[in-house]
């Protein structure tokens, strides 16, 4: 019996070290990641609104069918990189009119009502994916992203990380601005 | 020419530490004392070798000798003097430099201090060590050498990431290291007792001090990465469970362990295989560290330049120390006998208690570090990442126990405790940190309910750690005099405990109250706006643009106002350093122990608005901050004062002194 619990820690060092071997895989890059979202549809979700925030929730249908491209951002009240990003959200707002939507992500509603009270609320609309479940849908990696979605609900770019800094903001607004010259499509995805 | 003589010496030294690594093993097991003896001279030779190739790199740096790539890479003609001898280490092969000369550092402290120690020990646990300076110096020579040069030399080099030229984190790195790697000292003391099968409360003993040593420098070196990150990065914020954090408070938590464990083998010859066990992870984790950030397995802000030819290298040295010292460990820690025998209500119980929850608080922070790999690995391809809620919502909830713990734990005698007496003793205690709370709940509006109970433990874990002392020196009850005679006598490590223990009491006043009451305001200002934060108006003035050595940068004035009282000007900064194309930011601190007044300038708050002299400003209020820090000094001085302690010093079971006689008729 003693002799088993003392192989125990071998035996998980074994595991961990087939998981590394596995990692260190050279095509594997830990930074790179899978946007199967792109020229699809924006996946189907219905998030019920954050009560307390004054703004509707968010679904898959508020993406479908606007007069032209929006911006879906995911944030937290928990990330501070968000903080930093809010700010430049709210000048997108603020000077270019654009029309931004919030998913709330796995934030506990009355922090995320602290956050919008004290920073000010750029969002139309905030849907609160307080399990995760939405973002899994849309295959992000942490928070913040910020997806732009055409007028028909098709996802035409994602940003991982805060849309902060000059090099950042600059990819972003071309993104943005490509996005909102596409006139309307009638041919659907 | 000079940069050739220290990748010679690297070369040396491994030659060395191969010699190092057999010869005095072989001398152990025949009893040979010579051989055993050689391990002295050739790990003070290593030591040598390997400060010369550092010397020698640090004069490339120096010089700015933009021949060596790796100088071509981290350094620039026009940085400050200080930023180029930190450039030493602050790339991958010159940190590993460092890695190792701190690893030799610590043998040849063994073979030049372990004078108590038995020679076949000693003898064994140098070889160990040599068998790890042997993985490292050839994986330098092999994959990472830090001498390479250039043709033609470049007229000036690429220069350091503008975030680490800082005082803070110049020092942070040698200090995290010594930490670090000097857990490789009480790893080679381990694998050598499980070598000779035998552990006892005198091999406690001689480990203790190293651990100690190692234990005080990761305390340090982290203490001093969170003070950075919180100055340095802007956010305010002062530990972000990133992936490269998390995997230097890994060690420093199970090391932790290890000191509590090593004490109870040391006292009362029990918990040996579980000793043994804690010496091999902790140093394990400093490995699985080296690895990861050097790997680029995990996506971090810290990682080095990325190789998954090194990262296989690191791997398989990984293999083999870990799996085989575990290896060993599984053949023959059954062998060993357990010690002492303890009630469930003992010191011994409560410092299993504190290696249980220590433990699993480790196993915890390692489970959120590398679930986003195990996660993508078994869903083949599917990402995620795990954020401070995770380790926030597991991690501090675990820790609160063991507080409350540690204020009982020092009053329970060995073997067997009253508890009923203790808890009778410490009822006063209990009363007052509930009312510590309850005042902390009515003066402060509002915060989570694990803030007040962190306060209540605080206050708790303070108090009874002082009326502990108090106990002691039997103060109040017996002249002052008396007392103080009596706290001169009471062992440098009693006063340590205390001291490090009060340390994380205070620690915790600074968590609880930097993250459950920090105010902050993320504002637009152009010149004359005010915002008020947590009692203070501030003023923007305005920025002006100024040049630095290798930088510009736009410095903001604010005027801080209390009640229409000028109270402080702060100059918070954002530098850009044309040369590495990148930013930072300096922000700016009015530090009190009430809290931190702290402002950083963001970007501009729109192109057409700089112009205007318009600017993102971020005001942060946290309360008391500054007793993390401080209870920070305060573990490390109490890691300091046991260090100090006399029976460590002595070495109490003292044998006759070996001399070769003795050893050959042993």
Not at chain 2, 10 to 15: E, T, Y
Not at chain 2, 360 to 377: C, K, N, R
């Amino acid at each position: 019996m003693v002799r088993l619990l003392a192989l125990i820690p071998l035996l998980i060092a074994i595991v961990f070290g087939a998981f590394f071997l596995w990692g260190l895989n050279p095509d594997r890059d830990p930074s790179e990641l899978p946007s199967v979202l792109i020229s699809q549809p924006a996946p189907a979700f219905d998030l019920p609104p954050v009560p307390g925030a004054g703004v509707p929730g968010l679904a898959q249908e508020d993406l479908a069918d606007n007069d032209g491209a929006v911006v879906v951002n995911v944030f937290a009240s928990w990330c501070v990189p968000c903080r930093a990003e809010h700010a430049v959200l709210t000048r997108f707002v603020d000077e270019e009119g654009v029309r931004l939507f919030g998913i709330n992500y796995k934030d506990q509603p009355e922090d995320a009502v602290a956050w919008l009270e004290n920073l000010g609320n750029p969002y139309e609309r905030i849907g609160s994916d307080l399990d995760g479940r939405a973002g899994i849908e849309w295959g992000i990696s942490g928070v913040p992203e910020t997806f732009i979605v055409g007028s028909d609900g098709t996802v035409l770019f994602r940003y991982v990380g805060p849309v902060v800094g000059d090099e950042a903001v600059e990819e972003f607004g071309i993104a943005l601005a490509q996005a909102r010259a596409v006139p309307l499509q009638g041919e659907g995805s | 020419m000079i940069p050739e003589l220290g990748h010679f010496a690297l070369a040396l030294a491994l030659g060395l530490a191969l010699v190092q690594s057999v010869l005095p093993l072989a001398g152990a097991s025949r009893g040979n004392l010579l051989w055993m003896r050689s391990a002295r001279a050739s790990s003070l030779g290593q030591l040598l070798f390997v400060a010369v190739a550092f010397a020698a790199l640090m004069r490339s740096f120096v010089v700015s000798d933009f021949t060596v790539r790796n100088v071509v890479e981290n350094s620039h003609s026009l940085k400050p003097m200080l930023f180029k001898i930190a450039g030493t280490w602050g790339s991958h092969e010159g940190s590993l430099v460092l890695w190792v000369l701190i690893l030799v550092a610590f043998g040849a402290a063994v073979s030049l201090f372990g004078a108590n120690i038995p020679e076949r020990l000693k003898a064994r646990t140098l070889a160990v060590q040599a068998w790890i300076s042997t993985g490292f110096l050839s994986f330098l020579l092999l994959t990472s050498n830090p001498f390479e040069r250039v043709f033609p030399p470049p007229p000036d080099g690429n220069d350091l990431n503008p975030l680490l030229q800082d005082v803070g984190l110049a020092m942070h790195p040698p200090l995290l290291y010594v930490g670090y790697v000097g857990f490789s000292i009480v790893f080679s003391f381990a694998v050598a007792a499980l070598l000779e099968g035998r552990v006892d409360a005198a091999w406690a003993r001689w480990v203790r001090p190293w651990t100690l040593a190692a234990w005080m420098s990761l305390t340090a070196g982290i203490a001093l990465g969170s003070w950075w990150a919180y100055y340095e990065l802007g956010w305010g914020g002062w530990w972000f469970w990133d992936p490269v954090e998390n995997v230097s408070f890994m060690p420093w938590l199970l090391g932790t362990a290890l000191l509590h464990s090593a004490i109870v083998t040391e006292k009362r010859d029990a918990f040996k295989s579980w000793t043994i066990l804690l010496a091999i992870l902790t140093f394990s984790l400093s490995l699985l560290g080296t690895f990861i950030v050097r790997s680029g397995m995990l996506t971090s802000v810290h990682a080095f330049a990325v190789d998954p030819e090194r990262g296989l290298y690191i791997l398989m040295l990984l293999a083999l120390s870990i799996g085989g010292s575990l290896a060993l460990y599984a053949w023959r820690a059954p062998m060993m006998e357990a010690g002492g025998l303890f009630r469930p209500i003992s010191r011994e119980s409560g410092l299993l208690v504190n290696n249980l929850i220590l433990a699993a608080a480790t196993g915890t922070v390692l489970f959120g570090t590398l679930y986003p790999l195990f996660y993508e690995a078994l869903t083949g391809g599917d990402k995620l990442s795990v954020g401070p809620p995770f380790f926030n919502s597991s991690f501090v909830p675990m820790m609160l126990p063991l507080v409350f713990v540690m204020g009982l734990g020092p009053f329970l005698s060995w073997k067997r405790a009253d508890l009923g007496g203790v808890l009778q003793r410490l009822r006063f205690v209990a009363a007052l940190s509930g009312l510590a709370a309850l005042a902390v709940w009515y003066v402060a509006e509002r915060g989570p309910v694990l803030a007040y109970l962190a306060i209540f433990l605080a206050v708790w874990l303070l108090l009874a750690t002082l009326r502990e002392w108090g106990l002691r020196i039997r103060l109040a009850e017996v002249p002052l005099g008396e007392s103080l005679r009596r706290a001169r006598k009471l062992p440098r490590a009693a006063h340590g405990m205390t001291l490090a223990h009060a340390g994380l009491a205070v620690a915790i006043f600074g968590f609880a109250g930097s993250s459950a009451w920090k105010s902050e305001e993320i504002v637009f200002v152009t010149p004359g706006s005010d915002v008020s934060i947590a009692g203070f108006d501030v003023t923007f003035e305005g920025a002006k643009r100024l040049n630095g050595p290798n930088y510009i940068a736009d410095r903001g004035t604010l005027t801080v106002r209390r009640d229409g009282a000028f109270v402080k000007t702060l100059y918070p900064e954002r530098r850009s350093y044309p040369v590495a194309q990148s930013t930072t930011t300096e922000s700016a601190i009015r530090s009190t122990l009430a809290g931190d007044l702290y402002a950083s300038l963001a970007e501009p708050a729109s192109d057409e608005a700089s112009a205007s002299g318009a600017w993102t400003l971020r005001i942060l209020y946290e309360p008391l901050v500054n007793f993390i820090w401080l209870g920070a000094v305060m573990l490390f001085a109490g890691g300091g004062l046991s260090l100090s302690d006399r029976r460590l010093r002595v070495g109490a079971p003292k044998r006759p002194s070996a001399t070769p006689a003795a050893v050959a008729a042993e």
